[in-house]
């Protein structure tokens, strides 16, 4: 377990000691004493919290709305900067899914969370109280990883998939860092782009182009994090300028990129997520899915 300081932030972390086995999930430990007005900033995966301690995790997002305890949430929570987590005594095992696998494991789309943070109960039902009964009977955090692990791939194994053509398409935006034009994805799978839209904004829960912008900003924020400046970071990120990154920075945390680097969310994963490749720490495919094409006999 490491020591995450950050200004006034001091959260104890934890992460696996062997990747997931399900392709697509990253997960890792927290526990905090005290947390404290944490800006939750868009993320291109689905968040899957699962917490065990004697507190609760409140996350209070846009509308005035509000989720405590375990909970779920799509891609892209808390564009603008409308999301915040606080809590005491916090511990919980924060799960990062691909969009690609979220269906299986969820047991419905990113789609159909239309934005909104889910409570894990009303998806999971008994299951959510069982796992979270589980995570606080074992002492160690491996334990923790090992018993989260076998349970993401239990439902992976019996739930459905992302159509081929749709993990394709997450997958090229990924490996572009969201520097893919989306008429060009569809005319590779011989879609229409109106077709592309629908099939991938309700299995993801983004339409394709949001898609790639989330991603291309979640690439720029961790370069702002890590030092580059905003000019920089905006040439090697593939933005038009200095003026376009800062735009998609408002509009996605409410801040400026100067301000990036102030942000304990993103500035935790380089502990939390060691060698950070990819949203989710996702294998990329390149290459279009072959599709089978059914002749009347």
């Known amino acids: 377990m490491s020591t995450f300081v950050h200004g006034e932030a001091v959260w104890d972390v934890a992460c696996p000691r062997r990747p997931s086995r399900v392709a697509g999930v990253t997960m890792a430990g927290f526990r905090v004493g005290d947390l404290d007005a944490l800006r939750m900033v868009p993320h291109p995966a689905v968040t899957l919290l699962l917490e065990f301690g004697a507190g609760s995790p409140v996350v209070d997002y846009a509308g005035g709305r509000r989720q405590r305890g375990s909970l779920v949430a799509g891609p892209g929570l808390g ?8 809590g005491e ?40 109280a069982q796992i979270r009964e589980r995570l606080a009977d074992v002492s160690s955090w491996e334990d923790r990883f090992a018993l989260t692990g076998a349970l993401l791939a ?16 997450w997958r090229r935006i ?9 008429d060009r994805l569809a005319a590779e799978l011989g879609w229409s782009r109106k077709r592309l839209w629908s099939r991938f904004h309700s299995q993801i829960g983004l339409p394709p182009k949001r898609a790639a912008k989330l991603v291309r900003f979640d690439h720029a924020a961790h370069r ?13 990120a ?3 300028d200095q003026s376009h990154l800062h735009r998609d920075v408002m509009e996605f945390i409410g801040v400026t990129p100067g301000c990036v680097a102030g ?9 939390a997520w060691p060698g ?16 089978t094409v059914s002749r009347p006999g």
């Open 79 to 86: 564009s603008g900067g409308a999301a915040w987590a606080r």
């Open 89 to 128: 005594n916090v511990e919980c095992v924060q799960v990062r899914l691909s969009p690609v696998i979220a269906r299986a494991i969820l047991g419905i789309s990113p789609g159909d969370l239309d934005g909104a943070v889910v409570a894990l109960g009303d998806l999971w039902g008994r299951e959510a």
């Open 154 to 169: 239990r439902r992976h194994a019996a739930g459905p998939p992302a159509d081929p053509e749709v993990a394709w398409a």
């Open 174 to 182: 990924v490996a572009g860092r969201g520097l893919v034009r989306v």
């Open 224 to 236: 702002l994090v890590g030092g580059g400046s905003a000019a920089r970071v905006a040439v090697e």
């Open 238 to 240: 593939g933005y038009a």
């Open 263 to 271: 942000e304990p969310f993103l500035a935790v994963d380089d502990i």
């Open 276 to 291: 950070r490749e990819a949203p989710s720490g996702e294998q990329h495919r390149v290459r279009p899915p072959s599709i």
